[in-house]
C-alpha cells in the first residue's frame, strides 16, 4: 500500500493542446532554420542517462528494444541511435511531436520508428507490444499535470508502463516534479527501485536537493 502524496498544482504543460501549438512552432523554426527545438532537462540530463545505458553492458546490448516515451522531438533516440542502438521507437500522443521527430531523423538518415500513442489509451498501449528499456525524461511529469483528475492519470499511466515493460527490463525515469521518495511511492505497488543515477544537486537554507530526479525501476517479482 503507498502512502498518499500530494498531487501537483495542474498546468497548461499537461494539455494536449499546449503541446501540440508547441511543436507546431517547432516545426515551423526546424524548417526555417534547422533548429531541432528543445531538449528537454537539457542535454546534460539526456546525456547522463545514454551513458547509465552504455554501461548496463551485462543486462543490455545495442539491438534490445528501447521505447521513448512522450519522445517530443525525439533528440534522446537520435543520439541513442549516434551511439549504436537500432531497435528504437519514440511515441507521443502530439501528432506534431511525431511529425517534429520523424523529419529530424529522416534528414539525418537514422532508422528510429515513431507513433503517434496516447499512453492512458488501453488499446494503443496494447499494440505497442514489450520493450527491453522504457524511457520517461518529463512525460511523467506532464501527465502529473493534467487539469482533470490527475491522480487516476498517473495511476493509468504507470499501469501502462508495467505492461509494456518486459519482465526483465528497467524503466528509466528522469523527473523534475517529484522527488525520488515520491516517485518509489507512486510507482511502489509495481516497481521495485532498482538504481539512482545521480544528477546535480543543490544547498539552500542547510538542505540539499535536486533540480531533477534520475530514478531507475524494475518489475516487482511474482514469485
Known amino acids: 500500500m503507498t502512502d498518499q502524496i500530494e498531487e501537483l498544482e495542474s498546468s497548461e504543460l499537461g494539455t494536449k493542446d499546449y503541446w501540440e501549438a508547441s511543436y507546431e512552432t517547432e516545426i515551423r523554426n526546424y524548417r526555417d532554420h534547422?533548429?531541432?527545438?528543445?531538449?528537454?532537462?537539457?542535454?546534460?540530463?539526456?546525456?547522463?542517462?545514454?551513458?547509465?545505458?552504455?554501461?548496463?553492458?551485462?543486462?543490455?546490448q545495442q539491438d534490445d528494444s528501447i521505447i521513448d516515451l512522450g519522445c517530443g522531438n525525439g533528440m534522446m533516440?537520435?543520439?541513442?541511435?549516434?551511439?549504436?542502438?537500432?531497435?528504437?521507437?519514440?511515441?507521443d500522443y502530439?501528432?506534431?511531436?511525431?511529425?517534429?521527430?520523424?523529419?529530424?531523423?529522416?534528414?539525418?538518415?537514422?532508422?528510429?520508428?515513431?507513433?503517434?500513442?496516447?499512453?492512458?489509451?488501453?488499446?494503443?498501449?496494447?499494440?505497442?507490444?514489450k520493450f527491453k528499456i522504457v524511457h520517461d525524461k518529463g512525460t511523467y511529469d506532464a501527465v502529473s499535470l493534467h487539469p482533470d483528475n490527475a491522480k487516476q492519470m498517473r495511476e493509468t499511466y504507470i499501469k501502462s508502463v508495467a505492461q509494456i515493460l518486459?519482465?526483465?527490463?528497467?524503466f528509466v525515469l528522469t523527473s523534475c516534479n517529484w522527488t525520488q521518495?515520491?516517485?518509489?511511492?507512486?510507482?511502489?505497488?509495481?516497481?521495485?527501485?532498482?538504481?539512482?543515477?545521480?544528477?546535480?544537486?543543490?544547498k539552500f537554507g542547510g538542505a540539499v536537493g535536486n533540480v531533477v530526479t534520475s530514478v531507475v525501476f524494475v518489475k516487482k517479482s511474482t514469485k
Open 34 to 60: 534547422g533548429d531541432v527545438g528543445e531538449v528537454w532537462f537539457d542535454e546534460d540530463s539526456q546525456l547522463r542517462i545514454i551513458r547509465w545505458i552504455e554501461r548496463q553492458e551485462d543486462r543490455v
Open 77 to 91: 533516440l537520435i543520439e541513442l541511435a549516434r551511439e549504436g542502438y537500432s531497435n528504437l521507437t519514440g511515441v
Open 94 to 129: 502530439s501528432p506534431k511531436a511525431i511529425e517534429l521527430a520523424e523529419s529530424i531523423a529522416k534528414d539525418q538518415e537514422l532508422d528510429i520508428s515513431y507513433k503517434v500513442v496516447d499512453l492512458l489509451n488501453e488499446s494503443d498501449v496494447t499494440a505497442l507490444g
Open 166 to 170: 518486459q519482465d526483465d527490463g528497467l
Open 181 to 202: 521518495k515520491e516517485l518509489v511511492n507512486s510507482f511502489g505497488e509495481v516497481f521495485d527501485l532498482h538504481v539512482v543515477i545521480p544528477t546535480p544537486s543543490f
